[in-house]
């Protein structure tokens, strides 16, 4: 039997589902809004929307910018009341389309995830007990279950209970991993797909004594291992590394989402055409000076794109000014198509998009089962061929770094580089097809280091820079230390620290005797003079 919501578009090997084209929006503002009324609102509006949007949630200044700029051509209606008061005005719509409430337990904040789970499959909305009470009151809405009457004591009993209970009734294609605190952002798109929900520690190695022997880390091995290789991984994880380390060698896929807004919209507004970037490098004259080129991190993270990197992009008094090689999700083709057409259709010939890490969504390869990399990859070609994307960033981690230990999970040991050989060979082999011209890795060297596998160049980035004086004083060590001329540098830059107008600035300090390109020139250039 299959638990996957009917009538959402899984064709065609889609790592998320597209939602019926959207043909009106009614939008509430819950900025403002309580905490409990914010919960009840987006679990409500996942019911609602499916399996086509009806309803966009403002929780942000940029949900608002999209829906003047991105969501104009569809009919809306914003004349509803905001705040506390939208929680009534939803329901007083909708409330025919909920069966009931499910009370979460405020003694165990983690059972806000199991309601939510139990709210995709029981069509319910997840409630605090005093607002239960309240719209018992007001709406005749029964409760469903009383998580309260579990008096779990631990995260572990509480998700041991879930995957026992829940997750053969969830779908079989994504898992999501949502702090419990996070009471909007990915919530609705998790109700409204049926997706199991939990929140773990992987470098928690410890047993949970309340729960037998079952630590943290085990139980969320287990939760993974429940899904075929190639599902989804959404939202995001206590610790990264480790969080990543097993879903890698589980092959799940993992899609940065866990503020993502208002996704079954997105995945149902139709793109406009694209613009796609020129696959022919303009590579300049090589002289015997030091050639620099950044690229911006967190491409990966389709929040980022909905927020961040939007800012990011709008700084105008930088942006196109200097070359800038920007990571962005593939998967955007599939997750928010108007937004990968936005950033597409507005690049220039200063800026770069570049497939983040580590192709169709984040992943270390190392990890990865090689059995099952030629699948994630011929997934990360069609999608990185879809939106014209020629470089490919990549993260991997040893299995140290990987482990989630105290005091060694932390430590960068390798800087996060692609070191692996056959991973190396396999990903070359297959994405090169798909127009692969070059790949950047790593996020923590001092020091370049590159080669070139069959043709493409393989560089290990400088940095994560995270300022103007660290990116300088990274920039100039390296090259009062290495005599090399030409010298090709490229210095991953942490996106969350650093923008455009930083980076111009740091331009100026380095003065003229710099040359500042695009990744792909200088990853062209630098393939040009090694054998």
């Avoid at 969501?71 to 929680?87: K, R, S, T, W, Y």
């Avoid at 979460?104 to 909305?125: C, E, F, K, S, W």
């Avoid at 980022?304 to 200097?322: E, F, I, K, M, T």
């Avoid at 290495?482 to 991953?492: D, E, G």
Wanted: glycine residues 6%; proline residues 6%; contains cysteine.
């Amino acid at each position: 039997m299959s638990y996957e919501v009917p009538d959402l578009d899984w064709s065609d090997g889609r790592m998320l589902p597209a939602f019926q084209t959207v043909q009106h929006l009614d939008i509430y503002d819950i900025q403002a809004a309580s905490r409990d009324i914010q919960l009840a609102a987006t679990t409500l509006a996942g019911i609602i929307n499916r399996p086509c949007p009806r309803v966009f949630l403002i929780g942000n200044n940029e949900d608002a910018y999209w829906l003047q700029h991105l969501f104009e051509a569809v009919p809306q209606d914003a004349a509803h009341p905001g705040g506390n008061d939208a929680l009534q005005a939803l329901l007083a719509a909708y409330h025919e389309s909920i069966t009931g409430l499910i009370i979460y337990d405020p003694n165990l904040v983690d059972t806000i995830n199991v309601a939510t789970t139990l709210a995709g499959q029981r069509d319910a909305v997840v409630v605090s007990p005093e607002l239960a009470q309240s719209l018992q009151d007001t709406y005749k809405l029964p409760v469903l279950v009383d998580l309260r009457t579990y008096h779990w004591r631990s995260r572990v009993q509480a998700y041991h209970w879930a995957q026992q209970n829940l997750l053969d009734g969830a779908s079989a294609r994504m898992l999501a991993g949502l702090g419990p605190d996070n009471v909007s952002g990915l919530r609705s798109f998790l109700v409204a797909t049926r997706t199991f929900v939990y929140w773990l520690d992987s470098r928690n190695y410890l047993p949970d004594l309340s729960d037998g022997l079952l630590s943290e880390r085990g139980l969320m091995q287990q939760i993974c291992s429940a899904f075929l290789p190639g599902g989804v991984h959404l939202g995001w994880f206590i610790d990264e590394s480790s969080g990543v380390h097993l879903t890698s060698q589980a092959a799940m896929t993992v899609l940065a989402t866990d503020n993502c807004r208002n996704l079954e919209a997105w995945t149902a507004i139709p793109a406009p055409a694209l613009s796609m970037q020129d696959q022919a490098v303009e590579v300049p004259a090589i002289g015997n000076k030091v050639y620099v080129s950044f690229t911006i991190s967190d491409g990966d993270n389709l929040q980022y794109c909905q927020h961040r990197l939007l800012a990011l992009w709008r700084d105008a008094a930088a942006h196109n000014s200097l070359p800038i090689g920007w990571t962005i999700s593939p998967a955007l083709m599939q997750a928010a198509p108007t937004l990968a057409a936005y950033y597409l259709n507005s690049a220039t010939s200063n800026d770069e998009l570049i497939a983040g890490p580590s192709g169709a969504g984040y992943m270390f390869p190392s990890h990865w089962p090689a059995e099952h990399l030629p699948q994630f990859l011929q997934r990360t070609g069609q999608l990185m061929q879809a939106m014209g994307l020629t470089t490919l960033a990549v993260l991997d981690t040893a299995l140290w770094e990987s482990a989630g230990l105290p005091f060694i999970a932390n430590i960068r040991l390798t800087g996060m580089t692609f070191t692996d050989p056959a991973s190396r060979q396999c990903f070359v082999q297959t994405l090169t097809p798909y127009g692969l011209q070059g790949i950047l890795s790593g996020a923590g060297l001092s020091t370049p280091q590159w080669k070139k596998v069959e043709n493409i160049p393989i560089y290990h980035n400088l940095g994560l820079a995270n300022s103007v004086d660290q990116t300088v004083k990274l920039i100039k060590n390296v090259v009062a230390s290495n005599s090399q001329r030409p010298l090709f540098l490229s210095v991953y830059i942490l996106a969350w620290s650093m923008t455009p107008s930083n980076l111009k600035q740091v331009v100026q300090q380095l003065g003229p005797d710099y040359e500042i390109v695009l990744p792909r020139q200088l990853l062209a250039m630098l393939a040009s003079t090694i054998s």
